[in-house]
């Protein structure tokens, strides 16, 4: 056996770590000793998910690719946060900080790009080496560490460039809370993707989202002596802000190729088989140029570094690497985009096949030459790339009906497009997964989606391809395709079922959310578990629960509802809708009062404050003289009613009094996620009942129907009669009998609609009206000690919980759900 080769491989990045896993999985770790160099004292991160860690979304160890502990178990010498200072071709020697020397036969550089920082005044310090205090770049785990720490006392922040890095640093921002402003030199988002009208729309929402952009702005200096206070703009203008994100492209790291005589353009020269103008020397990824090409999507770094595991290897010795077709499927604040080849016609004879939905936020756009597909890009939908990717890749003749490209005409159009694919066609672009590999893995034994993504990476990126990911699973695995224990997790930080869970709960008398996980979760906390398990804790126990307020979000711990710009929402509770003169006058003082900004009559007949400050809410709630209306948590709301026979002409039942009952018994009851009501006083419904998690509907005879598991959001669903009753008082005993069945048996975050076709209404009824499992006696008397737990939380405006608990000092902890819960809470 020939003795082993030395390679050494400058840069530990996405390139160059995948470049070394090419290798040692063709088998190189037995042709060569390998050594790398990492900039940062880290394993290999993925760099895609940086914005999941900015916005709070993902843990920065769940981000690694690789751990330290991987290269020691792959016999891979890595100098960790170890700077390469020079190359010296002479000696074949690598030189880093600290005078670290390693020899190499091979040496491949993977430098990749470092931010580009446009000349802007006042970006350094005048009083220190560095970026003025708020100054930021977007590129690192470190970097994401500043800006978050930062964020934590700034009221606003502008991120400067509009491309796909900034808008991705914009959206980490918002969900921290920060008031957020893009700036971008030219006259739309992401303009080297988009063309104007899908930059347009991106725009219209992400300002819909809260961020605000600003185009056509050349920003000419950073205000502030010492930290930022603005920026100011060449046309004159300027903003304020608190701290800036540079985020205006990159640049390849070509200096060190350069003083060591190697040729360089725009980035280091490399022929078809990533060879620079040295015959031992490579390089591979953002650093390199390729035929005038430098790339900065991942998807081109993969195929660089394949090429060169074979050839290095010799798997393939005639490998070469050709150059790469263009295309990235994504999302960008949450918002699907899908991009390929040209984004506008070259020639006068190019068809373009266009549609546009702006209402929807759905843009999509087609070049074609010749019946072949040059370029295309999908904004809001991208139920068709999989198919255009094909068309695109493979230069395949299009249909004649271009309509069938940019819409699912059938049922099985999605799936069958998926099937058809072929094997080498790239599935995940954040981590380079082939359909091939997809597969293989499933005949490798990977028959579920959790194992199937943590065994290749796909889906584990931004998660756009994750639906074609369990696609492929799902035609792939066949009967074999098995389920994830973890599906039935009540909380992802806990591995037990909701049952299990409540089980284990009551008999270790764990009654703090801190205990559960000290006990249950081997010591460990998972921040997006904590909501969920005080919900359930709150129901277990009533007053007996141990409030943890780091637990809960920022609405649960003010009780009141977040808005944007960090103000708050303020419902106080109008039982059944019904107010009086006295109440209506101390709500209009209250506003001038506290000069409330918006004062606006909610769909669940209640009146909402909109704009209160934080420091006011306790001067807000003792004014009002009039309990919370629980619009910020997931518990009962309201019960919506009309004015029934009372006075109406049509009704049969005093629905109005009813519904009084109603929220007067059940109001602030915690359940898995919000709860509406309403009680009408005939089948003409006026009041909705039928789309209500729980209605109640007078009939002819002085009867009501109660109807379970309806929905008028976003999903519709008419509800499912569950029992007719003769009174008022039977009439609460199932309402109550169900909402306890309801606590005690759905998941975290399952609306009632969801649970009722989940459990099915006929084992609903059975269990609530015909008690056939012998438990009605239980759930009466649970649903009662949750009532006689109640305590109207505004009550805290006269014993805060803390000192601080009313002060404007917002951290990013409180912060973070803002934007991503907001839609949840309304009313």
């Known amino acids: 056996m020939s003795e082993k080769q030395k390679l050494v491989v400058i840069g530990n990045g996405m390139a160059g770590a995948r470049f070394v896993e090419d290798l040692l999985a063709r088998g190189g ?16 991160y993925n760099r895609i998910l940086l914005s999941g860690v900015l916005s709070g979304t993902h843990q920065a160890q769940d981000i690694f690719i690789n751990s330290l502990a991987w290269y020691e178990e792959n016999n891979v010498k890595l100098h960790a946060g170890v700077r390469v200072q020079r190359i010296d071709r002479i000696t074949k020697t690598v030189i880093g900080a600290d005078d670290i020397a390693e020899s190499y036969d091979k040496l491949v550089i993977a430098t990749g790009s470092s931010p580009f920082v446009p000349p802007v005044e006042g970006i350094k310090s005048d009083e220190r080496e560095g970026n003025k205090d708020g100054v930021f770049v977007f590129r690192t785990l470190d970097d994401c560490d500043g800006i ?4 934590e006392n700034a009221k606003s922040a502008a991120v400067i460039g509009g491309g796909l890095l900034g808008l991705e640093a914009a959206r980490g921002l918002a969900n921290r809370g920060v008031e957020t402003h893009v700036v971008h030199l030219m006259g739309h988002l992401m303009d080297v ?3 104007g009208k899908a930059g347009k729309m991106l725009r219209n929402s992400m300002e819909q989202m809260g961020v605000n952009v600003h185009t056509e702005k050349a920003t000419t200096a950073i205000l502030g002596n010492g930290h930022v206070t603005g920026l100011q703009f060449k046309d004159g203008s300027a903003l304020e802000c608190d701290m800036v994100v540079i985020s205006a492209g990159i640049r390849p790291n070509t200096q060190l190729a350069k003083d060591a005589g190697l040729a360089v353009e725009r980035g280091i020269v490399v022929d078809d088989t990533m060879t620079t103008d040295d015959p031992d020397i490579y390089s591979v990824g953002e650093c390199a140029q390729h035929r005038g090409m430098v790339y900065g999507l991942v998807a081109p770094l993969w195929e660089q570094t394949a090429v060169l595991a074979d050839r290095l290897t010799g798997r393939k010795t005639e490998a070469a690497y050709t150059g790469s077709k263009l295309s990235t499927k994504l999302k960008v604040m949450g918002v699907d985009l899908a991009v390929m080849g040209r984004k506008e016609p070259e020639n006068d004879d190019d068809e373009v096949v266009l549609y546009s939905e702006p209402s929807r936020g759905v843009y999509k756009k087609l070049i074609v030459r010749d019946g072949k597909l040059l370029g295309a890009m999908l904004l809001g939908d ?11 890749d493979r230069g395949s003749e299009l249909p004649e009906n271009r309509a069938e490209l940019l819409f699912d005409l059938s049922g099985e159009t999605k799936s069958q497009s998926v099937a058809d694919l072929p094997d080498d066609a790239q599935i995940c672009n954040c981590n380079g997964v082939s359909k091939g590999a997809i597969v293989g893995a499933v005949k490798g034994g990977c028959t579920s989606l959790k194992k199937l993504c943590d065994a290749t990476r796909a889906g584990t990126g931004c998660g756009a391809c994750k639906p074609q990911v369990e696609e492929i699973l799902q035609f792939s695995a066949g009967d074999l395709l098995t389920e994830d224990a973890s599906a039935h997790y009540y909380v992802p930080g806990v591995p037990l079922a909701k049952p299990e869970l409540i089980a284990a709960i009551q008999a270790q008398n764990l009654k703090s959310v801190s205990a559960v996980f000290a006990a249950l979760a081997n010591g460990k906390e998972d921040p997006g578990s904590k909501a969920g398990l005080a919900s359930l804790l709150k129901t277990i126990w009533h007053d007996q629960y141990e409030d943890e307020r780091d637990a809960r979000f920022i609405n649960d711990r003010v009780h009141a509802n977040i808005q944007k710009d960090r103000t708050f929402s303020v419902v106080p509770r109008i039982y059944g809708g019904v107010t009086s003169p006295d109440e209506l006058r101390r709500i209009a003082d209250v506003a001038d009062k506290y000069q409330v900004p918006m004062v606006k009559i909610t769909g669940g007949q209640r009146i909402d404050l909109l704009g209160v400050k934080k420091e006011d809410l306790p001067g807000v ?26 006075f109406c002409r049509f009704g049969v039942g005093d629905s109005t009094g009813l519904g009084i009952q109603i929220e007067r018994k059940f109001q602030g009851i915690e359940f898995p996620h919000k709860l509406k009501m309403a009680t009408t006083g005939c089948p003409r ?42 009174s008022h008082e039977d009439a609460l005993l199932y309402t109550g009998r169900f909402m306890q069945y309801y606590r005690a048996n759905a998941k975290y975050l399952e609306r009632t609609y969801d649970f009722v076709e989940r459990i099915g209404i006929e084992k609903v009824r059975q269990v609530v009206v015909e008690d056939s499992e012998g438990i009605a006696a239980q759930l009466d008397a649970d649903i009662e000690a949750a ?13 805060p919980q803390h000192p601080s608990q009313f002060v404007n000092l917002l951290s990013a902890k409180e912060t973070a759900q803002i934007r991503s819960l907001q839609p949840a809470y309304g009313d």
């Open 685 to 726: 419904n006026c009041s909705e009942a039928t789309t209500k998690d729980i209605g109640l509907i007078a009939i002819e005879g002085g009867k009501w129907e109660v109807v379970v598991g309806g929905a008028a959001g976003s999903k519709v669903r008419k509800a499912d009669l569950l029992v007719t009753v003769d």
């Open 382 to 392: 991208t139920s068709t790339a999989a198919t255009l990717l094909q068309s695109f």
């Open 621 to 646: 709630w003792k004014d009002l003289g009039m309990p919370s209306g629980h619009a910020y948590t997931k518990a009962f709301r309201t019960c919506k009613t009309c004015v029934g026979s009372e």
């Open 29 to 44: 770790g037995n042709q060569f000793d390998i050594v790398m160099f990492g900039d940062e004292p880290y394993g290999n």
């Open 148 to 151: 978050a720490k930062y964020a």
């Open 787 to 799: 009532v006689a737990a109640y305590v109207d939380p505004w009550e805290e405006a006269h014993t």
């Open 193 to 195: 993707q988009l063309d």
